[in-house]
């Protein structure tokens, strides 16, 4: 997990305006989410009256066709929870305490 700066350094000394980078920001004021050009976003980090309204939030690249998303160390994306049954009897559903219960069940219940 990167910060602002360190997202944003990777796009230091290229032309902004041609990359298809967008920033995602909250405007503190009203809480709002809102997304800008990185261009736009870099007018305002210089801009000293509008720089401090804004939150970054997180990073949205499209210059490689294929979106990459990068968020700050505040903010991690919601990643839906797998659970897995790792030791579940794949043939009859059966929910064992541990690999070596698993085994028994299935001699038990399946040979
Ligand atoms: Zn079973």
Same mark, same amino acid.
């Given at each position: 997990?990167? @910060?602002?700066?360190?997202?944003?350094?990777? +796009?230091?000394?290229? %032309?902004? $305006?041609?990359?298809?980078?967008?920033? +995602? +920001?909250?405007? $503190?004021? @009203?809480?709002? &989410?809102?997304?800008? %050009?990185?261009?736009?976003?870099?007018? /305002?980090?210089? *801009?000293?009256?509008?720089?401090?309204? !804004? &939150? !970054? *939030?997180?990073?949205?690249?499209?210059?490689?066709?294929?979106?990459? /998303?990068? @968020?700050?160390? *505040?903010k991690k994306p919601e990643e839906p929870e797998i659970v897995e049954d790792k030791f579940q009897c794949p043939l009859c559903g059966f929910?064992?305490? %541990?690999?070596? *219960?698993? $085994?028994?069940?299935?001699?038990?219940?399946?040979?």
């Amino acid at each position: 997990m990167a @910060t602002e700066k360190e997202i944003l350094a990777k +796009y230091e000394g290229q %032309n902004p $305006k041609k990359l298809k980078v967008f920033v +995602y +920001y909250t405007e $503190k004021a @009203t809480g709002i &989410e809102n997304e800008m %050009n990185l261009w736009e976003w870099l007018r /305002i980090k210089r *801009d000293r009256n509008r720089r401090d309204r !804004f &939150e !970054f *939030d997180r990073v949205v690249d499209l210059s490689e066709g294929v979106p990459t /998303i990068e @968020t700050s160390d *505040d903010k991690k994306p919601e990643e839906p929870e797998i659970v897995e049954d790792k030791f579940q009897c794949p043939l009859c559903g059966f929910v064992a305490l %541990n690999e070596g *219960d698993l $085994k028994l069940h299935k001699e038990a219940k399946h040979s």
